[in-house]
């Protein structure tokens, strides 16, 4: 037997684009899932059972990477040599740190059971809920223009450093709501989205 | 892991901590932030214009106890400097005194560049910015 892709993109057999179809990567993946299922190789060599024990694991991870938008961009990323943790704190815009200043201000005074920042707190949520949307129609649109340029050309490129400053960005928000909505319902316990 | 003494000293007892008003000519205020972990650091300078001496630092620091430590050394090593001696002060001065491990270090690099922010914020107003100042940010 050939020996397995390691890379996700290859392993799934698609092609390096940041915009992924995913009812097509949902097909992909059970085709795949059957293929590799253990039992169909309780018959087999050890060797042979050992990969495809390999292969579902890969097959998995790359599913949970590949079909999620922000997890897919940070790992062709880092593939491509832009990897995210290595960047600091400049491209965060001063007017965000601003705001994120403010908000742990307000915070602050929630914690120490000063209620009158609370209809702020809800505002904040909706303001920040508000940018990471905005991030997100950035990215897509960043990750058009890097599926259709060529790959490596510079263009590609710059489209990475975009997408790499737009993702460092959509990170810091998705914490700022994280710490929000910690602090807006402090015992209710996070129920699993719907579906 | 563990903080040093020196770390819980400056996280206990916090030096410094509050703010100047943003306006004032001679007030100069850096902002800086981590967006790995969320951190943000307001520093600001008081600087007596006759002089060029920091007469005052103040910080506020949402972050880790490495980085609220780093802010709060820095505001107390920033007293009695001139503005040209405090782009001196680098991350690593901070690291040592405090005892820094490695995955604490960039609380000190916030540091440093909440110090740069600072100052080229305080030039800025003063009109007197230079091509240096600019390039060290």
């Not at chain 1, 491209?91 to 740190?97: K, M």
């Not at chain 1, 000063?114 to 949307?133: I, K, N, T, V």
């Not at chain 2, 880790?64 to 002060?89: F, H, N, P, Y």
Request: hydrophobic fraction near 35%; charge should be negative.
């Amino acid at each position: 037997m050939p020996p397995l892709p390691r890379d996700y993109y290859g392993f799934f057999g698609f092609d390096r684009k940041l915009a992924i179809d995913s009812a097509a990567l949902q097909k992909r993946f059970y085709e795949l899932s059957r293929q590799w299922h253990p039992d169909r190789f309780g018959r087999k060599s050890a060797e042979e059972q050992e990969m495809a024990l390999e292969a579902t694991s890969i097959l998995n991870d790359g599913y949970r990477t590949l079909k999620d938008p922000v997890k897919r961009a940070e790992y062709l990323l880092t593939q491509d040599g832009f990897p995210i943790a290595e960047q600091r704190g400049k491209d965060v815009p001063p007017e965000l740190l601003e705001e994120v200043f403010e908000l742990n201000m307000m915070l602050e005074e929630v914690k120490s059971g000063d209620e009158s920042a609370r209809p702020q707190l809800e505002q904040s949520r909706q303001h920040f809920l508000g940018l990471r949307e905005g991030v997100d129609r950035e990215l897509l649109r960043e990750f058009q223009r890097h599926d259709e340029s060529v790959e490596a050309s510079p263009t590609s490129k710059q489209a990475l450093q975009e997408i790499r400053g737009l993702l460092n960005r959509r990170r810091y928000i998705e914490n700022l709501i994280r710490d929000v909505e910690r602090a807006l319902n402090p015992v209710t316990p996070s129920r699993p989205a719907p579906g | 892991m563990a903080y040093s003494d020196k770390v819980l000293d400056h996280y206990n007892n916090p030096r410094n901590v509050g703010s100047f008003d943003k306006s004032d000519p001679r007030v100069g205020t850096g902002m800086v932030g981590a967006p790995e972990c969320g951190d943000v650091m307001k520093l600001q300078v008081k600087v007596n214009q006759e002089t060029g001496i920091i007469e005052d630092a103040k910080f506020k620091t949402f972050g880790c106890g490495s980085a609220i430590a780093s802010s709060s050394l820095a505001t107390e090593w920033l007293r009695g400097k001139t503005v040209d001696q405090a782009l001196e002060i680098k991350n690593t001065d901070i690291v040592n005194e405090l005892s820094l491990p490695p995955v604490k270090i960039h609380c000190s690099v916030l540091a440093e560049d909440a110090i740069k922010a600072a100052i080229t914020d305080y030039k800025k107003k003063q009109g007197v910015l230079t091509p240096e100042a600019v390039a060290v940010h």
